[in-house]
């Protein structure tokens, strides 16, 4: 856990059936009860910038989000247009990173769109980005690209029917922090190596200088238990068989159509946090964000505006038959 969490745990803690309880620190009637809670972590349904308000500074470890962002067309769950939504964005972000631990870090899932009627792209997304760096303050860690071979092709228009563009298959991730140094380690997220590095490994290298002019010394040779990651991660959102859309079927309520791929979540809070740290999720929609940290032992807090998604979101945590 980072050092300022430590001594901010004061703010949050449990009760004897383990609840967490977020104490009333100056708006004990916008923090109300929350919807439903786990060992490790509670929802609330209402409006996050409101609620974001009732956090002290310096209180949250990982903000790991996907705000609905602005599309050609309107999703279900209303979404701004492009150019209002730096606007509409901006006061959440003061308010992220007034509750950001010093060592804490605002990951930022972000798809693109086509302007209106146009084969060209919004740049938003780097808009925002340079305003939450110039003025908001936030520092950028790094980039990374979400890659979802899954994806459709769209908008059909310029994709399948004109042939003039390619499919879109990612979305761009701004990984923030409110200083230089954000806690993160990448050990904690190696991936399997591959074959050719397996029997390198096995077989021994013999130290040379590359045609890039990189010289592959003897280092090469030591097993680091995994791969470092590369900042394109993929993920594919294929689920079709968890509790989470049975139990939706089931109850007859449609389950959320913009849901995070738990492996992405899982990277991140990973990477970003330790156990007993304090995750939010303030757009959570089916609330992947809150199930994957409550599995990995993270504190977290999630805010959604939709109670029927709220409900949804709930199944997660329930075991199925
Ligand atoms: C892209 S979805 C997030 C999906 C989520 N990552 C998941 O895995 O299910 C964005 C969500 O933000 C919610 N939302 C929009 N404005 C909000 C607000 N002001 N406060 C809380 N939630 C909001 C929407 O209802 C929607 O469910």
Redesign the pocket.
């Known amino acids: 856990m980072c050092f300022l969490c430590y001594k901010l745990n004061l703010v949050a803690t449990y009760d004897n059936s383990q609840i967490l309880i977020i104490e009333p620190f100056n708006s004990p009637s916008i923090i109300e009860k929350p919807y439903y809670t786990q060992e490790y972590g509670a929802i609330y349904l ?4 409101k ?1 974001v308000k009732s956090f002290p500074d310096n209180y949250i470890d990982l903000i790991l ?5 602005p599309l050609g067309r309107k999703k279900e ?2 979404n701004e247009s492009a150019e209002k939504y730096i606007e509409w964005f901006l006061p ?1 972000a003061y308010e992220f990173k007034r509750v950001l631990t010093d060592t804490g870090s605002f990951v930022l ?1 972000l798809g693109g769109t086509y302007l209106p009627g146009n084969p060209t792209r919004s740049i938003y997304q780097y808009e925002l980005l340079v305003k939450l760096c110039k003025e908001v303050g936030f520092y950028l860690a790094q980039e990374f690209y979400h890659y979802n071979p899954a994806r459709l092709p769209t908008p059909a228009e310029w994709v399948t029917i004109r042939r003039i563009r390619v499919k879109d298959s990612v979305n761009i991730v701004w990984w923030l922090s409110k200083t230089p140094n954000p806690c993160a380690d990448n050990r904690k997220v190696l991936k399997p190596y591959s074959d050719s590095m397996k029997h390198l490994l096995k077989n021994g290298y013999k130290a040379k200088l590359r045609p890039s002019g990189h010289d592959i010394s003897n280092k090469f040779q030591k097993d680091n238990q995994g791969a470092i990651p590369p900042n394109l991660l993929q993920f594919s959102n294929t689920e079709s068989n968890t509790p989470y859309l049975k139990r939706c079927k089931k109850a007859d309520i449609k389950p ?1 159509p ?3 791929p738990q492996g992405f ?1 899982e990277f991140f809070i990973k990477f970003l946090t330790d156990e007993g740290d304090m995750v939010l ?9 809150g199930f994957v940290a409550e599995r990995l032992q993270r504190r977290w807090i999630s ?4 109670e029927d ?1 709220v409900i949804g ?1 709930r199944y997660r945590f329930e075991e199925t038959d």
Request: charged letters at 15%; proline letters at 9%; a negative charge.
């Open positions: 209402g409006d996050s910038s609620l989000t996907s705000p609905p962002f769950y209303g959440f899932d959320h913009a849901r995070f979540a999720d303030p757009f959570a929609g089916s609330n992947t964000t805010f959604e505006l939709n998604y979101s």
